[in-house]
């Protein structure tokens, strides 16, 4: 499974504050995502993170690097 950062994804289990929906806010060895009902960030190893998604609600769009960079001035 491709996880990006900006994607919104549901989990199996709610978080305490009732909302299951979450943010993806940063990827690497450990993805790092925020609840988007209370604002939480929780930090989770790729691998169980996969088992416990549900669904995959939006995707963010692929940028190119060129699209980063900003114009000098």
């Known amino acids: 499974m491709n996880i990006?950062?900006?994607?919104?994804?549901?989990?199996?289990k709610q978080h305490p504050c009732g909302s299951n929906e979450?943010?993806?806010?940063q990827?690497?060895?450990d993805i790092r995502i925020q609840c988007l009902g209370c604002q939480r960030y929780i930090l989770m190893d790729?691998?169980?993170l996969q088992q416990k998604?549900?669904?995959v609600i939006s995707q963010s769009?692929?940028?190119?690097e060129s699209s980063k960079m900003k114009p000098f001035e």
Not at 4 to 12: A, C, K, N, T, Y
Not at 61 to 64: I, L, N, Q, Y
């Open 4 to 12: 990006q950062v900006g994607d919104v994804i549901r989990l199996r």
């Open 22 to 25: 979450w943010q993806v806010v």
């Open 27 to 29: 990827v690497g060895i």
């Open 46 to 48: 790729r691998f169980v």
């Open 53 to 55: 998604i549900k669904a």
């Open 61 to 64: 769009s692929p940028t190119t």
